[in-house]
């Protein structure tokens, strides 16, 4: 794989920072970050952004990345750490030899001194717990980044706008700033190597691509470092990409998820009022209310006594959804429901729903014949069929109506 031609453009409203990417075959694609003209100052003109977005897809196709640009020192001697890390996982990573000019400091066009905090914000638990639990220190986080084009589709862009406004409608009324970024790494390097193992570094990747401006970066955790497996995105792997200038923080593996929902969300009345957690993407609806996150939230914040509280969600729970559903016990999140379900206990409540999630935790542990071939077809896809079979159901409904496909999947819980 080659990185080159690295080039910083600042247009009438946005400053834009691309690269060629070669890969093995010989395709070429031009990958970029772009910002408004309000951040151009932000905007870095070396190859960090891109050597921290195309690492793991050279390990996964055993390819050599050469980087036609500056590098980091830091981050290029770092290289060696995620690899080793991400190869001893054994989840087919292996390690390949980087080339980069090692360069450090005045790659900055205007050589500023990075003086922001900043963290990745959807409106989730996640990303209001670690907004809430930096809010009160000294380096408190005064940047909030939203990406359009890794989570949300490029082509998506309705929902994007409709995310996004409620995004700022936050940062507004909790005082600070949001950073839109948009890029195309999804849509190039989704081709390569499924998403999940790609996230912390595309989130590094963007917090790089700022990093003119911003000294500390916030990557909201998931899981308890207890839950804790291979991933895409990992407390021990996501700070490998800080630079000397920028340091990135995998935040908030001291709580699990059902703790943040008692300790800070159900706390505090800006969660409470804007909460989103759907995920759906379904047009004009905040909180669908009905797919497997919205009725998990909705149970973490009755075990935390903060249903009733809760603007953005409705305050019932579906009893027979809960039945439904099926968790991925391989992602660890069947620990969720297991959390929910052990409060629920311990606080005597909800003998009906109690019975509910522990039905759907034993049939997740035990899945149908049906449901066990669809997941051994999708484990032939990724590992044998460079993910033929998920590129042609994705790649129809993205020209379609993706929203409609996924709305269908989860209904009939084949998703979840
Ligand atoms: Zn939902």
């Not at 989570?151 to 862009?157: H, T, Y």
């Not at 997941?375 to 129809?396: H, Q, S, T």
């Amino acid at each position: 794989m080659k990185i080159n031609n690295i080039t910083r453009k600042t247009g009438t409203k946005h400053t834009t920072l691309s690269a060629d990417i070669t890969f093995g075959a010989g395709i070429k694609e031009n990958l970029y970050l772009r910002v408004a003209n309000k951040y151009k100052h932000f905007v870095v003109s070396d190859a960090n952004p891109f050597l921290a977005a195309l690492l793991l897809p050279s390990m996964r196709k055993k390819e050599d990345l050469t980087i036609e640009g500056d590098v980091s020192p830091k981050l290029l001697t770092n290289t060696r750490s995620i690899m080793n890390l991400v190869e001893g996982w054994k989840v087919g990573f292996e390690k390949v030899s980087v080339k980069g000019k090692a360069k450090s400091g005045k790659t900055s066009p205007l050589n500023l001194n990075p003086s922001y905090s900043a963290s990745f914000f959807t409106g989730g638990v996640d990303s209001f717990y670690t907004f809430l639990k930096h809010n009160k220190k000294k380096d408190a986080i005064t940047h909030f980044i939203f990406i359009h084009g890794c989570d949300i589709p490029l082509e998506n862009k309705e929902f994007f706008d409709d995310a996004l406004k409620s995004v700022q409608i936050i940062a507004k009324e909790a005082g600070v700033e949001v950073i839109v970024v948009e890029t195309n790494m999804r849509t190039i390097l989704e081709q390569h190597l499924e998403w999940e193992w790609e996230l912390g570094s595309a989130l590094s990747s963007v917090a790089l691509f700022l990093s003119n401006g911003l000294k500390k970066v916030y990557i909201p955790s998931g899981l308890r470092s207890d839950q804790l497996g291979p991933y895409g995105t990992h407390p021990e792997l996501d700070p490998l990409f800080s630079t000397e200038k920028l340091e990135i923080i995998h935040d908030g593996c001291e709580s699990s998820r059902i703790e943040k929902v008692a300790n800070s969300i159900a706390k505090s009345p800006l969660a409470l009022k804007y909460l989103r957690v759907c995920c759906q993407i379904i047009k004009g609806k905040y909180n669908c209310n009905e797919c497997v996150k919205c009725e998990q939230t909705k149970m973490e914040l009755l075990c935390a006594g903060a249903l009733n509280k809760a603007k953005t969600l409705t305050h019932t729970i579906d009893v027979d959804l809960v039945r439904k559903a099926i968790y991925n016990t391989k992602l660890n999140y069947n620990l969720f429901p297991e959390d929910i379900l052990k409060s629920l206990k311990k606080q005597n409540l909800e003998p009906a729903l109690q019975e509910a999630v522990a039905f759907s935790i034993e049939k997740s542990k035990h899945l149908p014949l049906s449901r066990r071939g669809a997941n051994l077809v999708a484990e032939i896809d990724k590992k044998y069929l460079d993910r033929r079979i998920y590129k042609f159901v994705f790649g129809f409904t993205e020209k379609e109506d993706r929203t409609f496909l996924y709305k269908f999947l989860s209904r009939t819980r084949l998703i979840s």
